[in-house]
């Protein structure tokens, strides 16, 4: 069998995979990957754990266990320290599928990788539609225009530096999608957007976490609006307004109250829930909705430390109990917290309408997350 056929055969399969999983449920979205082929956007991947190692891999023929990962559902590495990625497939077509990118529109996408989703998306917008993809790593973007053109693609200006600011010599732009753990929604974004433009914004849900809420917002007249879609998980934003893991934060403060008898402690409420999410998915809902009710929160790799503004009581939020330190002021509000949580159905973070506002606003039956420059206001679907 020639190579071409191979990647031919490969290709029709994992278009097939997409669908038959049903994250694949849009035409012109099949047709994009079908003109697409993912192997020419993958010139070396890093692999982790056991076979642990750079991988060089010659796009115009790769080897057929090279072509096996490449047409798999799966992330593929590029870059380390920082890093990049060529994101994994399903949420690939999941996110282009919330973005509805239309013939002739203008598309910023922040955080270009290896150019593959650029390339889907100036498929998508067509002839008479735009591309601008960009990337803080110089490197990263060399090789996203190297894999552009082999690809013949036209319509993409790659872009090198910090998005925080977006790129305002092309905007207005129709749709913004960020395919990196962003830490707010920068005001160049939302002056940049078109009127009753859309943004896929992947924003974290907890500082330096890479798993992140998925918004699809809306640009209304003052504000945006519309809701959480997903919980999928990127790396993390980097540059001016960069990001990073904060469990070295949390082991501090775990660290000074060793050895201290627990002021409280108590079995788990969410043990009872049985709706199908694991515990560490109901555990980390919980604390989201403690977070908008003023509380911080500080992941750990297996727990969450929850805390007031003074930081002088924590509590812990293990897989099967609460434990409180320092006194029973963060536990009096997480157990208020909880109640209210309990009483609301225990949402999820999937749950939720959000509001985008350039300034602080009060509304009923609502929870304000104040931002630098913007206030995200999140209230139950
Ligand atoms: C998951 S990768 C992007 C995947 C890409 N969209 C694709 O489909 O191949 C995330 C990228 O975001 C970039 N990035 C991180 N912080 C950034 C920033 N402040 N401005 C621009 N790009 C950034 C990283 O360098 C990385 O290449």
């Not at 872009?159 to 005001?187: H, M, Q, W």
Request: with cysteine; charged share 25%.
């Amino acid at each position: 069998m020639t190579e071409t056929k191979n990647t031919d055969l490969l290709q029709r399969d994992f278009i097939d995979m997409l669908k038959a999983t049903g994250s694949l449920k849009n035409k012109a979205i099949e047709q994009a990957l079908q003109s697409t082929p993912r192997h020419l956007f993958v010139d070396r991947i890093h692999a982790l754990g056991k076979r642990k190692g750079l991988i060089e891999v010659d796009p115009k023929c790769p080897t057929s266990s090279q072509l096996e990962r490449i047409y798999s559902d799966e992330a593929l590495l590029s870059h380390l320290n920082p890093p990049s990625s060529t994101s994994q497939p399903s949420l690939v077509v999941h996110m282009l599928d919330i973005l509805s990118v239309r013939a002739g529109h203008r598309v910023f996408e922040i955080g270009a990788g290896t150019g593959w989703n650029a390339a889907l998306l100036a498929h998508l917008s067509g002839p008479d539609g735009h591309v601008v993809t960009m990337d803080i790593q110089p490197d990263v973007t060399r090789r996203a225009r190297r894999h552009l053109k082999r690809q013949g693609t036209k319509n993409v200006s790659v872009i090198t530096g910090d998005a925080s600011k977006g790129y305002a010599k092309k905007a207005p732009y129709d749709r913004l999608i960020t395919t990196v753990t962003c830490p707010t929604l920068f005001p160049a974004w939302w002056e940049q957007l078109s009127p009753k433009g859309i943004i896929v914004l992947t924003l974290n849900d907890f500082p330096g976490e890479s798993q992140c809420l998925m918004l699809k917002l809306q640009k209304r007249k003052d504000h945006l609006s519309g809701e959480v879609i997903s919980l999928p998980g990127f790396m993390l934003f980097t540059g001016k307004h960069g990001m990073t893991f904060q469990w070295d934060q949390a082991r501090k403060l775990v660290e000074k109250f060793a050895g201290k008898r627990p002021a409280a402690k108590e079995r788990a409420s969410w043990a009872d829930i049985l709706d199908g999410r694991d515990g560490w998915t109901l555990r980390r809902d919980l604390a989201f909705f403690a977070h908008l009710q003023g509380l911080t929160v500080i992941p750990m790799q297996n727990a969450f430390v929850i805390t007031t503004h003074n930081r002088s009581t924590i509590c812990i939020i293990h897989e099967n109990h609460i434990t409180a330190y320092g006194g029973n002021e963060c536990f009096d509000k997480l157990k208020e917290a909880q109640t209210k949580w309990l009483r609301a159905g225990s949402p999820s973070r999937q749950d939720y309408c959000v509001e985008v506002w350039p300034s602080t606003v009060h509304q009923k039956n609502s929870w304000e997350l104040r931002h630098k420059d913007v206030t995200f206001i999140f209230s139950l679907k």
